[in-house]
């Protein structure tokens, strides 16, 4: 930079005829092409009005145009060309090599131009011809129509509010949980004595049959990747209000994770799971009445704005020391924690045996580019995209809810088994924001870091939350 300046002030200051225009000659060469938007104004008089043309190199044979200044000598006629529009016609009596135009739907439009495909950002050339990008989109037609088209257990369908994404895009703001670390990997599992003969596991199973009333529904993550916050919430919202009893029914805030559990975290940049239980151990969350999502989060200084605190009461405990954010609305700052998360071996009986006896488990899962359009049936990742460039076979991490299973037979007789599990796109996603995904192979992984916890739930608790709760309900 300073190089650059002190370059400009000796070129001023030298008086030489030839250092000026040396410098001017370079100006020439750094400056943008005049027509690469198209020859603005083909009909316009310019060499013509300046009264001719300049043979060879003439950086002096110029003429307003526009807000800057358009040549009429040959040199500018090259491939980067800075001639004035009237240049071929007036210097040389041909017609412009160019005048770029495309035709779309029976419209025309001017080179420069754009319009959006999908996903990817086309422009009218200077050649005429609509220059397009290569992205893979997020809802790709192709990609809908193979699944459906193909005997894969589950339907695709396009979404308005993922369209118009690039699959790189998805996987960056719709995902956003870190691939646990390896000491976390390697935590224990638990060891759970499972009788073959007492257990006995029904062929299907839904917690919000067995806890009515307590299990959430699936929230919107929108472009956020902070499902790590999300899925994290939503199981310890759905077992503090089992082990409660339905005494407390918290649907705990993601918000609350994403702006105040920022150690190591990337807010909605993404996340790990054990970072966000620490917190709720150890911090507590305040629900989401009291601390709403507020997306969308562009800067990293909106998502890290903490607004809730808590302190020690006591034996673990503690209180918040700030008002909801959402306070004009909603009083009720209660804290809610959780006791430290257990890690549940990858066996399928162990999981199911884990959610029907305590209630949701939390499930890390790889999500690959056919998943986003999932719409009904029992998911499995599918090769509709094995025959397509590397760029359009992308895959990235996400934590999910897993409530229940269930097994369903297909047209050729054969069981296939499920689970059901709750994603943080929306309720119109999938099945009513939930999907079915096959149980026992490790199907994406979604069996290998599976999560339980227990609220920190006492008796005090109880009583004190069943209080608001009623006078909750006499407000409504
Ligand atoms: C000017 O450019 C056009 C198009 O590139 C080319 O056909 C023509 O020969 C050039 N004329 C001169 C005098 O260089
Ligand atoms: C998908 O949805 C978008 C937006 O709602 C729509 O513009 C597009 O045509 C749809 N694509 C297909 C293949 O249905």
Redesign the pocket.
């Known amino acids: 930079m300073k190089l650059l300046v002190l370059g400009a002030l000796l070129l001023v200051a030298a008086e030489g005829h030839a250092a000026r225009s040396q410098w001017r000659r370079s100006k020439r060469e750094l400056a943008a092409p005049l027509h690469t938007g198209g020859i603005r104004d083909p009909l316009g008089s310019y060499c013509q009005r300046r009264g001719g043309c300049c043979p060879g190199r003439d950086d002096l044979c110029t003429v307003p145009y526009l807000d800057t200044i358009c040549y009429c000598d040959l040199f500018c006629n090259r491939t980067v060309s800075d001639c004035c529009p009237d240049f071929w016609g007036h210097c040389l009596g041909v017609e412009p090599p160019f005048i770029g135009s495309c035709e779309r739907n029976g419209n025309k439009f001017l080179s420069g131009q754009t319009y959006k495909d999908n996903c990817n950002l086309c422009t009218c050339g200077t050649t005429g011809r609509w220059e397009c990008e290569q992205n893979a989109c997020l809802?790709d037609?192709n990609m809908?129509q193979a699944v459906n088209r193909g005997n894969y257990g589950w339907r695709a369908a396009?979404y308005?509010q993922l369209?118009g994404m690039t699959l790189d895009e998805g996987i960056r703001y719709r995902l956003g949980t870190q691939r646990p670390s390896k000491t976390t990997m390697n935590m224990n599992e638990i060891q759970m004595n499972m009788d073959p003969e007492g257990d006995v596991l029904p062929a299907s199973f839904n917690s919000a049959d067995k806890w009515p009333g307590k299990i959430h529904e699936p929230l919107d993550q929108g472009n956020c990747a902070a499902s790590w916050a999300f899925s994290t919430a939503a199981v310890a919202s759905d077992r503090i209000s089992i082990q409660s009893m339905g005494h407390m029914t918290p649907q705990l805030s993601p918000q609350n994770l994403i702006s105040c559990d920022t150690r190591n975290q990337g807010g909605c940049a993404g996340g790990r799971v054990d970072g966000a239980w620490w917190y709720l151990r150890r911090r507590g969350v305040v629900t989401e009445d009291c601390y709403p999502y507020t997306p969308p989060q562009h800067t990293a200084a909106d998502v890290a704005r903490c607004m809730m605190q808590s302190r020690s009461v006591g034996r673990g405990k503690r209180q918040a020391t700030q008002r909801c954010p959402n306070a004009h609305h909603y009083q009720h700052n209660d804290i809610y924690q959780s006791t430290p998360p257990y890690r549940l071996s990858a066996n399928e009986k162990e999981i199911m045996k884990e959610i029907m006896d305590n209630g949701p488990v939390q499930a890390i899962m790889e999500v690959h580019e056919d998943f986003f359009v999932y719409k009904s049936g029992i998911y499995k990742h599918t090769d509709v995209s094995f025959t397509k460039p590397p760029h359009y076979r992308k895959h990235g991490t996400h934590s999910v809810r897993i409530t229940g299973w269930g097994e369903q037979w297909d047209s050729n007789g054969a069981p296939r088994k499920y689970w059901v599990a709750a994603n943080s796109w929306g309720k119109n996603w999938g099945e009513d924001g939930y999907f079915r995904i096959a149980r026992g192979d490790n199907e994406c992984e979604i069996e290998t870091f599976v999560i339980g916890v227990w609220g920190r739930v006492t008796m005090e608790d109880m009583h004190d939350h069943h209080q608001h709760q009623q006078q909750r309900r006499r407000h409504v």
């Open positions: 809802m037609s809908i396009n308005t369209y």
